[in-house]
């Protein structure tokens, strides 16, 4: 038995790291998406409610033969019209893996989603790869973007265990990159004007002892959130009209601050390999670092529209597929493509 949980694990392990997946994740903050979700949650709770009733009113002798809805409930997938949209991917925990010769397979995947913007945020240099070259992997695709559209970047966690801090960064800038730590740029695209914001990993704050612990130090991080909100708010106001203000903050488990800062309509993030094993429905991660065993937040596009701030969160499962605590299940490394449709009062 235990021969063929191994050989279990190592196939799908192999399958979930033999190619890179490319979600398309839409943030619609229009009147319209609003009213489209409200009408699709609806229909998939009447369908769980059919799906019970039905399962009540047979008997299990009736069940076989009875019209019940199979599998899960399957949740269609919107569509937009791209000049209606801002087109972003999004680049997590790459940790210097290697994606073809020189980056191209993943480089390819870039180009062809044409997006606005890319952004980085974090666990792109990890010097503990098995690789010989993680500086030379992180040129390759910082060179291979370069001219696609404006790339920003954010450090994660690992860019810190390694002691390098800034070192490498000159990577991203002399390749016309921005390094948008504890800063705030307002950013023309086709469709209108956006604010990118940014927030260095904990993980800067500690000193090297420290950083061996894996403890943050929140209150400095929290006072971090702060101050970029005073940044967001001193180019928000000459800027007139922006279509929205995303922030790219590696480590998602600190949504409940970034929401309280009220001025971040997108939180992108990356951290969590997806919760490593994904089973459909049923496990949605199993584990992620600094928020423990079934993660709350793990992957995928979570929307706050109720509150009185909406605003969501897009965390990309990342693209690592080494070193990692175990090995990914039902969690391909992923490049994440989001189209943002702004509120039409952003216009």
Not at 14 to 36: A, L, M, Q, T
Not at 85 to 109: H, P, Q, W, Y
């Amino acid at each position: 038995m235990k021969k063929f949980v191994l050989i279990f694990a190592i196939c799908a392990a192999f399958i979930s790291c033999s190619s890179v997946v490319v979600p398309n994740y839409i943030v619609d903050y229009s009147d319209g998406g609003r009213e489209k979700r409200r009408a699709e949650e609806a229909r998939i709770e009447a369908e769980k409610q059919e799906k019970k009733k039905i399962k009540l009113n047979n008997s299990e002798e009736e069940q076989g033969t009875a019209d019940l809805p199979t599998g899960y409930v399957k949740k269609v997938v919107p569509t937009v019209d791209r000049d209606k949209c801002v087109r972003i991917v999004l680049i997590s925990d790459f940790n210097s893996n290697m994606f073809g010769e020189k980056e191209d397979t993943l480089i390819a995947k870039i180009k062809d989603a044409k997006p606005d913007l890319i952004v980085l945020t974090g666990n792109i240099f990890n010097f503990k790869t098995s690789f010989a070259r993680p500086v030379v992997n992180v040129r390759y695709l910082i060179e291979g973007i370069k001219g696609i559209a404006p790339f920003y970047y954010v450090t994660g966690d690992t860019e810190f265990y390694s002691y390098h801090e800034d070192e490498f960064n000159h990577i991203i800038t002399d390749n016309g990159g921005v390094l948008i730590e504890g800063k705030a740029q307002v950013l023309e695209v086709p469709l209108g004007k956006i604010i990118v914001s940014g927030l260095p990993g904990p993980y800067i704050d500690l000193t090297i002892e420290e950083r061996q612990t894996g403890k943050d130090d929140k209150e400095k991080y929290r006072e971090r959130i702060q101050n970029l909100k005073a940044e967001v708010e001193k180019v928000q106001k000459p800027a007139g009209k922006v279509l929205f203000t995303a922030l790219l903050a590696h480590r998602p488990e600190y949504i409940e601050d970034y929401k309280a800062a009220g001025c971040f309509d997108l939180i992108l993030s990356g951290h969590t390999n997806g919760g490593l094993w994904k089973f459909g429905n049923v496990m949605k991660g199993l584990y992620a670092k600094h928020q423990g065993f079934f993660p709350k937040y793990s992957g995928g596009v979570y929307e706050f529209f109720d509150e009185e701030k909406p605003s969501a969160m897009v965390i990309s499962r990342g693209l690592s597929y080494q070193k990692l605590s175990l090995p990914r299940v039902g969690t391909n490394p992923e490049l994440v493509v989001i189209d943002v449709v702004p509120h039409e009062s952003r216009f």
